[in-house]
């Protein structure tokens, strides 16, 4: 039998109140691509951390190519053979690709050289890549790929990668899955983390599934169906998002050549968007990241300060009302960015609840903020939507993405908005607590509220959405019935193609 490359014996974190990785065991061949699925807190992150050197295991031993491997930080992991392509990009905007480059090196050669080699791997491998471009400028897929060549250029044995097709277009996508597939062929293993199933399917050779911090078991994905793989996961029965036909009502919101200047250098302008949207429909917005989502986002909820007349509410100019303002009147929104923007880090979640529902949920009552009904909140949002946290007094960091994504979701949905603007509402969020928050957004219509989806997630916005847009470079193209739409059609305009000609290419 062939070696494994990387071996995992009885791997054991835990944290205060939570065992985050309880005897975990596992072994990734040479050129295999495995995947790591599990739900939201299931110790995926945990698990890959100690393999790259960021935390160290209570107990457990690990083996990379035959011999002990105990890193004792990421260092010591890539001068061992370990690259990780993280979720969140950490790349510095004003800088070039290969300024970027070089600080993620521990003997980065000179600059000229560093650019040619740059030149060299990312073509080798179809990532394209020009070295003196600002990181700034570059669209979602460009900076993955900064990352990506990043790691290849330390000629990595084993590379992790953690939801690495969450801000792509679907054919950025099969540009990925060609270039895993080539170093596949070169003999590099990949550990691979995604909520996408069917990316999994065509992608992995094998998968462990971690439940509550334990291997539950393995499969073939491709041999397993995304059902399968996804009950696995939550040891439950899936339940699909459903919806009845609820009439869509009058208007309520109303966009008039909403158009606003970039905020800083790297900024996206908003150029003329226009729409309607009405009482009981989903409005899908597609769009690759960095093409206006956010500032679409802060103009709505008020962060951002618009022209007069530019965004009506129920017929009521809103360009003088701030957030609060338009909280009391039922326009809420959840940002996509959750740790920093939609929670605080630091405050426990009954914090976090009274940040957002003080107004509408009576939690502040003649200048006092009443903690108590608070904490009644917060434990609502925890029980509702399944938030795994040993208590509501826990900070909102301590939690796992797709948790925290689960609490802030909740947090505004349980407000009973009339408008409700989400901006990637499941990224990160396993398949079972996706299909809950889908649920959650479809009842909302069905009870009479208008909901705007913003999301890169194709299978999301065709499963929620009554119309489809496409944003691209601060312009939204005219929406369209979801029903017939194709993916591909779909891609193409998120792409650039602008307009109705894009949606019938």
Not at 5 to 23: C, E, I, M
Not at 227 to 250: C, F, I, N, W, Y
Request: net charge negative; hydrophobic share 45%.
């Amino acid at each position: 039998m062939t070696t494994p490359l990387l071996s995992l014996r009885g791997l054991t974190k835990a944290y205060p109140g939570v065992v985050a990785n309880d005897d975990v065991s596992l072994e990734i061949g040479p050129g295999e691509i495995h995947a790591l699925l599990g739900e939201n807190g299931a110790g995926k992150s945990t698990l890959v951390k100690m393999i790259y050197g960021l935390v160290k295991p209570d107990s457990g031993t690990m083996e990379f190519k035959g011999a002990s491997f105990a890193p004792q930080d990421p260092r010591t992991a890539r001068a061992s053979g370990v690259g990780m392509v993280f979720q969140h990009f950490s790349l510095f905007d004003a800088l070039t690709v290969a300024e970027n480059i070089a600080l993620g090196m521990e003997n980065a050669p000179a600059m000229g050289q560093l650019a040619a080699r740059i030149r060299e791997v990312s073509q080798s491998y179809g990532l394209p890549l020009a070295p003196d471009r600002t990181v700034g400028d570059l669209s979602a897929g460009e900076r993955q790929r900064v990352e990506i060549i990043r790691c290849l250029l330390q000629d990595p044995k084993l590379l992790i990668m953690d939801e690495p097709t969450s801000v792509l277009t679907p054919q950025e996508v099969a540009i990925l899955f060609e270039t895993l597939n080539k170093l596949q062929s070169e003999g590099t293993s990949i550990l691979y983390i995604s909520h996408k199933l069917e990316e999994i399917r065509t992608l992995c050779d094998s998968a462990t599934i971690l439940r509550l911090g334990k291997v539950v078991g393995t499969c073939v994905p491709a041999q397993t169906s995304a059902r399968d793989m996804a009950e696995m996961m939550v040891g439950t029965a899936l339940k699909t998002p459903q919806r009845s036909g609820t009439q869509v009502g009058e208007v309520i919101l109303e966009l008039d050549k909403l158009s606003l200047p970039p905020a800083n250098d790297f900024g996206m302008p908003l150029r003329a968007i226009s729409l309607n949207l009405r009482k009981g429909e989903v409005l899908g917005i597609g769009g690759v990241a960095g093409n206006g989502q956010d500032e679409l986002l802060g103009a709505l909820s008020g962060e951002t300060t618009v022209g007069n007349g530019m965004i009506t509410y129920k017929g009521q100019d809103l360009s003088s009302l701030g957030p609060n303002e338009r909280r009391a009147i039922g326009l809420l929104s959840a940002p996509e960015e959750r740790l920093g923007h939609a929670a605080a880090p630091d405050m426990s979640l009954v914090e976090n609840a009274m940040l957002t529902g003080a107004t509408r949920e009576g939690l502040e009552k003649g200048g006092m903020l009443d903690w108590a009904a608070a904490r009644k909140f917060a434990d609502r949002i925890i029980t509702a939507f399944d938030v795994r946290t040993p208590s509501a007094a826990n900070a909102a960091r301590s939690l796992s993405g797709g948790n925290l994504q689960k609490f802030v979701i909740g947090r505004e949905v349980l407000q009973r908005p009339n408008v409700l603007v989400v901006n990637q509402p499941t990224w990160g969020v396993d398949a079972s607590a996706a299909a809950a928050i889908r649920q959650a957004l479809l009842d909302l219509a069905m009870g009479g509220a208008a909901v705007i989806v913003i999301s890169q997630d194709l299978d999301e916005l065709m499963e929620v959405s009554d119309r489809f847009a496409a944003l691209n470079e601060g312009r939204l193209s005219p929406p369209r019935p979801a029903a017939g739409l194709t993916v591909d059609e779909i891609g193409l305009m998120m792409g650039g193609a602008h307009g109705l000609e894009a949606a019938h290419v």
